[in-house]
T-cell receptor, first 114, second 115 residues
Framework: GNSVTQMEGPVTLSEEAFLTINCTYT??????LFWYVQYPGEGLQLLLK?????DKGSNKGFEATYRKETTSFHLEKGSVQVSDSAVYFC?????????????FGTGTLLAVQP | DAGVIQSPRHEVTEMGQEVTLRCKPI?????LFWYRQTMMRGLELLIY????????DSGMPEDRFSAKMPNASFSTLKIQPSEPRDSAVYFC?????????????FGDGTRLSIL
């Protein structure tokens, strides 16, 4: 079945450090891939998405590239800020289904220190 | 545009009481999802609806949990009787028709504490 595996946290970085959060997936066909972010006390917000192989999603300085050959969708940011501290979820959505059901990873807590 | 609206934002009640959580999806969205989030188990999909019809309730923990969607603009998740282990943050999410390949939009959640 479909599944998402992402690196366990917490990830603790200093401000302006480079961020990578790894995400790999297992799916039949070619799913759409997403990164959601959850700030403390809030719901999940869509951060970026990619719908086909080699697509690059980007938003707020974050990027992720849909790599079919490695079934990965790693999240990167060149210089993190304290305000980026949050939980990040990788997710996939199988295409052709009746609904937009998402399969989520377990989430990775990012803590950025000043 | 109004997002997904959940109420109440916080609920504290004693075990054995009935709890009702409410959700208003984004207008035009035809899929609705209920999730539960805890530190121990992470984010769990409880049930989801398509065009007001429950599609998959395999994530509902037990018979004490029930969910309804009487119309396209309203859904409830009910716990009766409630237990301390039901304490969690419950999220509702909605999405447009799947042909649009659009992501889910989440509400801010209901933080439930059962004493």
């Amino acid at each position: 079945g479909n599944s998402v595996t992402q690196m366990e946290g917490p990830v603790t970085l200093s401000e302006e450090a480079f961020l990578t959060i790894n995400c790999t997936y297992t799916a039949t066909g070619y799913p759409s891939l997403f990164w959601y972010v959850q700030y403390p006390g809030e719901g999940l917000q869509l951060l970026l998405k990619a719908t086909k192989a080699d697509d690059k999603g980007s938003n707020k300085g974050f990027e992720a590239t849909y790599r079919k050959e490695t079934t990965s969708f790693h999240l990167e940011k060149g210089s993190v800020q304290v305000s980026d501290s949050a939980v990040y979820f990788c997710a996939l959505q199988a295409k052709g289904g009746a609904t937009n059901k998402l399969i989520f990873g377990t989430g990775t807590l990012l803590a950025v220190q000043p | 545009d109004a997002g997904v609206i959940q109420s109440p934002r916080h609920e504290v009640t004693e075990m054995g009481q009935e709890v009702t959580l409410r959700c208003k999806p984004i207008s035009g969205h035809n899929s609705l999802f209920w999730y539960r989030q805890t530190m121990m188990r992470g984010l769990e999909l409880l049930i989801y609806f398509n065009n007001n019809v429950p599609i998959d309730d395999s994530g509902m923990p037990e018979d004490r949990f029930s969910a309804k969607m009487p119309n396209a603009s309203f859904s409830t998740l009910k716990i009766q009787p409630s237990e301390p282990r039901d304490s969690a943050v419950y999220f509702c999410a909605s999405s447009p028709p799947s042909t649009q390949n659009q992501p889910q939009h989440f509400g801010d959640g209901t933080r439930l504490s059962i004493l």
